[in-house]
């Protein structure tokens, strides 16, 4: 049988010998963080915006502006021809402002530029293609050949129309929500600051500590 010493002995060279075999093994464990993949120059797709309300919105109306215009860019002949000018200006500008928005929430790059209020952003572009979509597919439908094509842009322009009618009414709705909890949190904030002090005031020992 080993004794004591024989033990501890067999037992330090065991642990000499794991080290020395450790510090040789190519396979060393590391303790370097795994980065994680967060897209081209830390871009991320919120998958979760676009999977609400707000994103599927914004996606109809992208689409149906870009249908629409589509469908006023196939027209060759015109007369008169200012509706069809007025609904392809329309048309294009809801796509454009929209589709840069549609990537600014998406990609979450509206958190990069806190300066601009982009809730009222997005409102301020829903109400004003709700109102001009409107406006443009009336003169088209009053102005319209009967074609197929100009057909086809006036109900497009008001299907997009209406999709920008309920942007609107949600957006308006979450505007009023946000500005409510802002001046509950500060009223709350206000209150709690009057509270303290009036403790203060009525300890004197804190008076003399601070003096």
Same mark, same amino acid.
């Given at each position: 049988?080993?004794?004591?010493?024989?033990?501890?002995?067999?037992?330090?060279?065991a642990?000499?010998t794991?080290?020395m075999s450790?510090?040789?093994?190519? #396979?060393q464990?590391?303790?370097?963080?795994?980065?994680q993949? /967060?897209g081209?120059?830390g871009?991320?797709?919120d998958?979760?915006y676009l999977?609400g309300?707000?994103?599927?919105?914004k996606l109809?109306e992208?689409v149906?502006?870009l249908?629409a215009f589509?469908c006023?860019?196939t027209?060759?002949?015109?007369?008169p021809c200012?509706g069809l000018y007025?609904?392809e200006?329309?048309?294009c500008?809801?796509?454009?402002?929209?589709?840069v928005l549609?990537?600014m929430?998406?990609l979450?790059?509206h958190?990069?530029i806190?300066q601009?209020?982009?809730n009222?952003?997005d409102l301020?572009n829903?109400?004003?293609s709700?109102f001009?979509?409107?406006?443009?597919s009336?003169v088209?439908?009053?102005l319209?050949?009967k074609t197929?094509?100009e057909?086809?842009?006036?109900?497009?322009?008001?299907?997009?129309?209406?999709?920008y009618?309920v942007?609107? #009414?949600?957006?308006?709705?979450k505007?009023?929500?946000?500005?409510?909890?802002q001046i509950?949190?500060?009223?709350s904030?206000?209150?709690?600051a /009057?509270?303290?002090?009036r403790?203060?005031?009525? /300890?004197?020992?804190?008076?003399?500590l601070d003096?």
């Open positions: 049988m080993r004794n004591g010493d024989d033990l501890e002995g067999f037992d330090g060279e642990s000499s794991s080290m450790g510090a040789s093994s190519p #396979y464990p590391t303790t370097e963080p795994v980065s993949h /967060r081209l120059g871009l991320r797709c998958l979760d999977r309300t707000f994103g599927r919105i109809a992208v149906l502006a249908i589509i006023i860019e027209i060759m002949e015109c007369s200012e007025f609904f200006f329309v048309s500008s809801a796509l454009v402002v929209t589709g549609l990537l929430f998406s979450n790059l958190t990069r806190p601009i209020n982009w009222l952003t301020v829903t109400g004003l709700t001009f979509f409107f406006i443009a009336v088209l439908a009053a319209n050949h197929g094509a057909i086809a842009a006036v109900i497009f322009g008001f299907l997009a129309m209406a999709v009618a942007n609107t #009414y949600l957006a308006i709705k505007w009023r929500m946000n500005s409510r909890q509950s949190r500060q009223t904030e206000y209150i709690r /009057r509270t303290e002090s403790e203060v005031d009525h /300890r004197p020992e804190i008076q003399r003096a």
